[in-house]
């Protein structure tokens, strides 16, 4: 069974601050692992995703994530916080079969 | 650039009625997804759909809802006597492979049932 947690489901930071939203998963195979963004009454759409090649992925709008098997850790950040960025951010990791299994998602406000 | 749609963007319905949300997936996908959000909720995985037939479905996914591929373009999910606890957003997905591939998610339909 595959499961993600997402550590905070409220996360403020200035404009210009570090973001950094936190994902940790159980996954009893080598995972395929997504972030996803959520601007309000919108659908999904995907920022970056690990699939076992390069541990640093870069995604859309600046965003990154490190996969670190050893702290089954797959954290998103980004150096500087826009006002554009404030959404809603989920975490999924997926098996082979396309099935993805979601965290809870965290809520990220900028501040001016 | 290719995109997921769902039809109608908002259904409203009472309690013990059947509903179709609809979906018209990416062109040249080959696997399809149903996904509902309870307000507030994370997002949940109902379905996948694959050379019409359900390739998995969750516990979520009982005897009230169904899945068809009616046409070669159209991916429905139907819930046939729906509960309030039905009240949720769902969103269609499409892949080309399944795994490792980008899942493109429609923008959803809520659903309001009274």
């Known amino acids: 069974a595959q499961s993600v947690t997402q550590l905070g489901s409220h996360v403020s930071v200035s404009e210009g601050a570090l973001v950094l939203l936190r994902c940790n998963y159980s996954?009893?195979?080598?995972?395929?692992l997504f972030w996803y963004v959520q601007y309000p009454n919108q659908g999904l759409q995907l920022l970056l995703k690990y699939t076992s090649a390069a541990t640093l992925v870069k995604g859309i709008n600046g965003f990154e994530a490190e996969f670190k098997k050893s702290e089954t850790s797959f954290h998103l950040t980004k150096p500087s916080a826009h006002m554009s960025d404030a959404a809603e951010y989920f975490c999924a990791v997926s098996d082979w079969s396309g099935k993805s299994t979601f965290g809870d998602g965290t809520t990220l406000t900028v501040k001016p | 650039e290719p995109e997921v749609t769902q039809t109608p963007s908002h259904q409203v319905t009472q309690m013990g009625q059947e509903v179709i949300l609809r979906c018209v997936p990416i062109?040249?996908?080959?696997?399809f997804y149903w996904y509902r959000q309870i307000l507030g909720q994370k997002v949940e995985f109902l379905v996948s759909f694959y050379n019409n037939e359900i390739s998995e479905k969750s516990e979520i996914f009982d005897d009230q809802f169904s899945v068809e591929r009616p046409d070669g373009s159209n991916f429905t999910l139907k819930i046939r006597s729906t509960k309030l606890e039905d009240s949720a957003m769902y969103f269609c997905a499409s892949s080309y492979w399944t795994g490792a591939d980008t899942q493109y998610f429609g923008p959803g339909t809520r659903l309001t049932v009274l």
């Open positions: 062109s040249n996908h080959l696997y």
């Open positions: 996954s009893s195979v080598p995972p395929y």
